[in-house]
């Protein structure tokens, strides 16, 4: 795993720079395990895999993760395969460096990155989402801000903002979030929010537990989609959620989520 | 229940001196059962339920209910849960006041006060659907008013006003019709109507029974989509059906709300 | 019979001048059977309803006939009911009047005229559909002209006339088809084309037989859908096919059809 | 096939020219078979049909072809069909004159011409697609170029040019590419690229391999759709990729090909 990570941080020529500061690791230890998690942890984080795809937010790529419920220090995410086909045998543990724990040969998302650096940033958030969620990426790209339509979305009311890779790496990558320090800008653009675009890319979405975090990607989609035809029907005048509506609907829809999530969760089992 | 509703009547400031000027119920007794419904007014609700979900119309939220047949201040409608999954055993009894007859743990929907303020309103309507239409909520929020495009949304002919909660409130809420007064303050806004937006929200629906008020959502959807569609082809100069032609379709549709009814009854039944 | 058809001519304040004006028949005979249609006839008609329904073209709303191979003076419909839903069992046989031969208590659709006065007037026509594609609809209400965008839809080069009922009837109407003088108005609007739309309505798409009426319904619907998104791409400057083109293509997709006509055959073969 | 192949060189008054100043061929041997293709490489081409279809590339339209794995001057096709239909039985093997090795009676495509003279001109291709991809088509009439709106879309950083069959066969055309002159057009307006769009028809997209073609379809589909919503989201200031992102994300990309083709080959094997 040593050479696979230093590989990752010698791509992009503005990171090589960062990395020539870093103190060097020539020795990185394999990380240990927290132990086996929850079986309804892991049991829930493979649902989350299979609604997100019956719901439209991933397709072939995409992924998401949970905190690992005995160490905040670890995560949980599938292997590299597309979120639909992920089976309980594909979960995978990872440190916070997003170094896998037990990786077996199997291998690991370019973008783990951004789970890792988010988990370390974000001590409230438990569940992750990356998605190419197709509503969305016109927002990333156009400079219209996303804001929230209805009470559903309300979660957007601390604003959407944008994470500029260009910016972030001084210059053109290959867009993906394949490094720590890439990772790091990702979570900085983040910051308290529910929700950060990525320009030309997708989306990444944080939650509490999985089903927040499916919730809000579930619900990114649909206020994408319904403010662009908002937008179309009829020029500035639309009317968002205020702040103050924002504040109050976020204290209360939080109660109500375990509806769809039981409902999802449900359809996924019905699929062969 | 008592305190269950007292609390709710406690929501939101400026309804805060209604209930001040209310006579206290310090004793509410628990509301008396009308008896069974007709079997076929239950299997049509859960048909309905699962309708709307086929439909696209509701999602994991949203709910429909349907006046007691033997007893016009009660209510049937199910417990809190997607609709996609009400089965008979979920089908609640509630007074106008919205109190459940028999709960038995079971949770109500926040939002039950719509349906039961608009049967106090409207002794005309025996079904009621409140749901959060995709293609509806756009109109809600950008000032442009539903308007009935083809003859199989006639019924939108008397308008669909849009109720800013703001304003029924006196302020910001959390967006949800919680409360009698909220109920009372939507139903206003609805009046003869058939169908009212709730801005931010979604819509509320209603009918002389559940085919037609099935039928009414299904097409308020539609004429959104493609009411919003005809505004993109060419602007202003949309032709919508006239009042005269409103009236007159009012009289003939009804007669074939049946068939569609029929087909949607059997293709939810085909599902597992 | 007489009663039913004498009402529908009733309706509608214009046309009860023409009905003045008409030699009054007393007494109309049951028409004659034509006798037993083509078992694949009938068997690529309940298709056809089946197929327009799964391809989105028609809703629980809708109907297709077929003229009757051994007659061109009867043609075959479904009774009123969902295309969906059609069965062998539910083809009646009608004459060109739309008074049909055998009823036996089955309901006619009320816009059976649509079907009489089209094959009346189009003896090249073996095949007819009447709809409410949803992608149709902006075009018949907006005044932008449906034209063919690419190969598929090349039989609209022809250009497909908007069929404005209030002029038909002279006034407002409930929308509906329902007598024969209105069908006959139809057929006029539609002339020696392939489609036509109906204002706030739907439109009708005949065909020499069942599979090339429901191929030209199908990419009707397809080249609004692409007409509308073409438009909102880029103003003015859509090319679409020139005159030529129409008449080549034309002379050359014809061989084509059977192709997705067998696809779209074996999809609803395949469902429950 | 002698006379079949010269018919199609009869067609179009400017090609008349073309072939009058070839060598005649009055004698064409049939094409010697290449032997039996790689058992592999046939499924993936029946696999590559139906996915197709069920990413909604292709309707009862459009072919899909490999270089044959023995010979690179052989390529195989289906016979004409649906793609959803395909089966390995359909496969037919084609010399780059695109006359079939041994067609038993079974159909050619009438465009096979695309196929063949691309192979001739593009020996770094070893599969194609050509579609009538709906969200594309809105592109091919409308002057907007289409351009890579995310990372998924690279490919399209090369351009997509739109080929102008009036053009290429001086004068209009029954829009099909049904000749070789008419394809070897198509070839260079191609060019070195993965893309070419066709006016009023549909769109070309090549690969070195089978899931390279498909994926660049299924995304070339995706992102005429998201470029379109971005266009009438915010106007001009879409952000695409840059040249140097397009050139970086080309050469990390493809390395993930594999896990949506193995998505989707999965849910074509589901389907009954």
Redesign the interface.
Known sequence: MIDVTRRRFMTGAALAIAVALERPRHVVAQPASAGPAAPQLIEDLVAANHILADQGVV???GHVSARHDRDPNRYLMSR???P??VTAADIMEYDLDSVPVDPRGRTSY?ERFIHGEIYRARPDVHAIVHN?S??V???G????PLR?????S?FLGEGAPVFEI?NAAG??????VRTAALGKALAQTLGPRAVALM????CVVVGANLPQAVFRSVYTE?NA??Q???????GN??????P??V???N???GG?IL??????K?KVR?S?
Chains 1, 2, 3, 4 share one sequence.
């Open positions: 397709d072939g790529y590299s395969v597309a639909e086909l370019l190419h197709p509503s990426i016109p927002f790209v156009s400079g219209v929230p339509i209805y009470h559903m309300a260009r210059g053109a990558t290959d867009m993906l320009r030309g890319h997708g649909m989609r319904l662009a035809q908002a937008i179309a029907l009829g005048n639309v009317t968002y959620l205020s103050e509506e504040d109050k609907v204290n209360s829809v109500t509806r769809p999530w039981e409902l999802w449900r019905r062969p």
